[in-house]
């Protein structure tokens, strides 16, 4: 299936049918050639045609002033639109599903707000243990806000002793054994640290059961892996742009609210003028009344030129397809994890704490040398790889499929196995 040479990685270079879209990426130089880069998963690189999408937003407010609000090829009042069907095909998504918006912690309060509705015995959220930081001071001050205490609110599940990923019966089985205590059920896509890809349509469909809702946090999963929202009845979700979706750093929000909830104009949530019906927007009236789906959830106007770049990204994304480039990145991944088994043959020295099925990770792989992590890191950087380090002993690295090649695999193998610790 692989072999451990440069002419076989290669040649799988050759065979790639989207190698091509290697070169719409910048990368940056280290001892005057390319890195090689496997940061994606916390800031994927900058794509040609980003200052140019900047400067021709930049010329449309020196053309139009504020008319460009209604002006132009994209005017601003409908700038959301232009980023929807793009947007909505990487999530598994029906357009009026998805709104970008804001940024990623932003929307992930605005959407706890609607859904995170506590009454009586229902009132706890339950998540996952170690989920990113962020994630879980919104669910701590969400919870405080209520009036109730974290410690009690929240309900953490946690890997089995000795393991390092959780296991989806076990994930199900909390949610069974607290149902009638539970409001929302809250779970990254992907975590952070281990780089698992949690089974959503399962934990989505237990939550249901008990009565609770199901949101994501797609920050490591939008545009990483195969996701299907709609179909999954999924309640809501947020990501941001930064890291797979390529669109610089602090890009915007997504947000994908399910079509049930649509025409709910009911539904409590904290409202702004740009999420009242566009058709009566300008009345400047009293009482606010949703635009349909996703939209209805905005506050302020678009931030085009925060926009303008993710637009670039999300073309691209659309060229490729999610598809094509999830059955490279499956590949792609298990190059690496293919060659890093291979050097542990000669010497046990790489613990890959990500999960070994395909369908259970994304791109990234995490890895740990037990007390040597840090100096693996350093090692990596100083020899132009560009990865990260996660306390507390996690190296990560993910081989992108838009812009990595399985060149770069064989050459971050090749360092890893002169490595010395």
Wanted: glycine share 8%.
């Amino acid at each position: 299936m692989f072999e451990a040479t440069l002419d076989f990685a290669k040649a799988q270079d050759q065979q790639d049918e989207l190698r091509d879209f290697r070169a719409r990426f910048y990368f940056p130089q280290h001892e005057g050639r390319d890195v090689y880069y496997f940061c994606g998963n916390s800031l994927g690189l900058q794509p040609r045609g980003v200052a140019e999408a900047l400067m021709r937003e930049v010329e449309h407010w020196r053309r139009y002033g504020v008319e460009g609000h209604f002006e132009g090829e994209m005017p601003w009042f409908h700038y959301h639109k232009f980023l929807q069907e793009q947007s909505a095909a990487i999530v598994g998504a029906q357009p009026d599903e998805v709104v970008v918006m804001n940024t990623l912690t932003t929307n992930l309060h605005l959407m706890m707000v609607s859904f995170y509705r506590p009454s009586g015995k229902r009132y706890k959220v339950l998540m996952e243990a170690g989920a990113f930081p962020s994630d879980q001071y919104a669910v701590e001050s969400q919870v405080r806000w209520h009036g109730y205490q974290p410690d009690d609110a929240i309900v953490e599940v946690a890997p089995r002793p000795g393991e390092e990923t959780l296991r989806t019966e076990d994930i199900v089985e909390a949610i069974e054994r607290h149902g009638d205590e539970l409001a929302l059920v809250l779970f990254g896509g992907v975590n952070y640290y281990t780089g698992q890809f949690f089974d959503l349509e399962a934990i989505t469909a237990a939550a249901h059961r008990v009565g609770a809702h199901a949101g994501f946090d797609l920050a490591h999963a939008a545009g990483n892996v195969l996701l299907r929202l709609h179909d999954w009845n999924v309640d809501f979700a947020v990501w941001c742009s930064y890291k797979y979706l390529n669109s610089g750093p602090g890009g915007p929000s997504g947000v994908f609210v399910h079509e049930r909830w649509a025409d709910r104009p009911d539904l409590p949530r904290f409202a702004g003028w740009w999420g009242h019906d566009e058709s009566v927007r300008f009345l400047m009236q009293k009482g606010f009344r949703p635009m349909r789906g996703a939209a209805g959830w905005q506050l302020s106007n678009a931030q085009v030129f925060a926009m303008a770049p993710h637009k670039v990204s999300l073309d691209i994304f659309v060229e490729a397809g999610m598809e094509r480039l999830r059955a490279k990145s499956v590949r792609l991944t298990g190059y690496l994890e293919w060659l890093i088994h291979r050097l542990n043959e000669e010497q046990d020295r790489f613990r890959i704490i990500t999960p070994a099925e395909p369908q259970a990770r994304g791109c990234q792989l995490s890895i740990t040398t037990g007390h040597m992590g840090r100096k693996l890191y350093e090692y990596l950087i100083a020899n132009g790889v560009v990865c990260d380090w996660r306390e507390p002993n996690v190296v990560r690295v993910a081989p992108v499929p838009l812009y990595n090649s399985f060149e770069d695999v064989w050459h971050l193998a090749r360092l890893l196995g002169a490595f010395s610790s």
